[in-house]
Nanobody
């Protein structure tokens, strides 16, 4: 089992920045590729970013490419998402997830463990 707890969400004006964190506990953090997803009201959960087990490879959704940066610190068992140039359409609940493999994945069914989510609201 892996337990994931997100933090860092909040209310920010358009153009601002937030940094989300995801603290992991349980099994060995570096065994897992990790990802960030988000879900806005009335919409399906969508992929945001993924990172492989050692942070050497990352992948982003087109909608956040160039604005968001995913990273991880395996020594601290923590995943991060730096979000810059935020837009109102980025408003959603953001979830971190651990994949059932050390390789990056982009679809929710391939992720085994999920956090409870943290709300990000971007005002215009």
């Amino acid at each position: 089992q892996v337990q994931l707890v997100e933090s860092g969400g909040g209310l920010v004006q358009a153009g601002g920045s937030l940094r989300l964190s995801c603290a992991a506990s349980g099994r060995t953090f570096s065994d897992y590729a990790m990802g960030w997803f988000r879900q806005a009201p009335g919409k399906e959960r969508e992929f945001v970013a993924a990172i492989n087990w050692n942070g050497g490879r990352t992948y982003y959704a087109d909608s956040v490419q160039g604005r968001f940066t995913i990273s991880r610190d395996n020594a601290k068992n923590t995943l991060y998402l730096q979000m810059n140039s935020l837009k109102p359409e980025d408003t959603a609940i953001y979830y971190c997830a651990a994949a059932g493999t050390s390789y990056m994945q982009t679809t929710p069914p391939l992720y085994t463990y999920w956090g409870q989510g943290t709300q990000v609201t971007v005002s215009s």
